[in-house]
């Protein structure tokens, strides 16, 4: 008899493996690190690294650019924890299951959180490399990680989703472009099921609801660390045009290979970024 998964019981069975292996460590950061983007991880001092294998309720990651690795250690003299590839609504997880690390994350002491990902670009202008500070979200995925019975433990029923993305982490986010001469888009990140890139109509559509940029992934997430009180900021690495507005195909290895030549800038930045974070 399959057994439904108990949010609560998984992630305190989770946090207390890690704990096993991490001692005292207490994070003050999480990070999620999007597709083509799991290099950042060689700019932390990491004390451990724990492959997702290792980590009760915790899932191998199947998606190429996502090595499944959590990271615990230092950066800038911030102490942190990195998730080295996310799981995906796509890859058939059940929303509970995407959202358990950022849970395990925030219960382990980490109160911020930045999320990353690479995105389409719909605002006219966005080129591929560009980098967007997320302002907002627009969850077109059909689901929402909190459905089903609250874990009252881990946040309240109705969470307020009015400032999901903070003002003051975002502020830092534009002094550490400046710094690091990082031109930084800002706008509006919606979120679809995939894997299925969209179609030109979609994406017209998209863009007259106000998005900016469109992924498959974030939006969960975020939702899940709002609910835990989590304090969140969010990059798109624009890694293509979105379908209609070129003629290029889409392809999974092209984005994956345009994140990556953007990499340099991006660690950078968010590096100079974590220095200013109080």
């Known amino acids: 008899m399959h057994t439904p998964f108990d949010p609560e019981q998984a992630c305190l069975e989770s946090c207390e493996s890690i704990r096993a292996i991490i001692g005292d460590f ?7 690190l999007g597709s083509g983007l799991g290099g950042f991880g060689d700019r932390i001092h990491v004390d451990h690294c724990i492959s997702y294998s290792d980590i009760p309720h ?40 995407i959202v358990h690390p950022i849970r395990v ?28 500070l997320i302002r907002d979200h627009i ?3 059909g689901m929402n990680p909190l459905r089903g019975t609250n874990p009252d433990g881990m946040g309240t029923r109705f969470p307020d ?5 903070n003002s003051h982490l975002s502020a830092f986010m534009l002094e550490a472009a400046l710094e690091t001469h990082v031109f930084l888009r800002e706008g509006v990140y919606l979120a679809v099921p995939g894997p299925s890139y969209e179609t ?20 969960p997430e ?32 092209h984005v994956a290979e345009v994140v990556g030549s953007a990499g340099r800038q991006f660690e950078d930045l968010v590096a100079c970024w974590i220095g200013k974070i109080t």
């Open 139 to 141: 969850n077109f995925m």
């Open 222 to 253: 975020v939702i899940a660390a709002v609910h835990a009180g989590m304090q969140v900021v969010g990059l798109s690495c624009i890694s293509n045009v979105a379908a209609g507005l070129t003629e290029q195909v889409l392809a999974h290895d």
């Open 200 to 219: 030109p109509a979609e994406i017209r559509m998209f863009r007259t609801l106000g998005a900016d940029a469109v992924g498959m992934s974030t939006v």
């Open 161 to 165: 989703m009015s400032y999901a993305y």
């Open 58 to 97: 915790f899932m191998p990651c199947h998606v190429a650019g996502h090595s499944g690795n959590l990271l615990f250690g230092t950066i800038r003299k911030k102490k942190v924890v990195c998730q080295q590839g996310r799981y995906h609504y796509y890859e058939g997880h059940d929303p509970q299951h």
């Open 26 to 32: 207490r994070p003050e950061l999480a990070i999620v």
């Open 105 to 132: 994350m925030s219960q382990l002491g980490a109160g911020n959180l930045l999320v990353t990902n690479a995105a389409g670009g719909i605002c006219e202008g966005f080129v591929p490399g560009d980098i967007m």
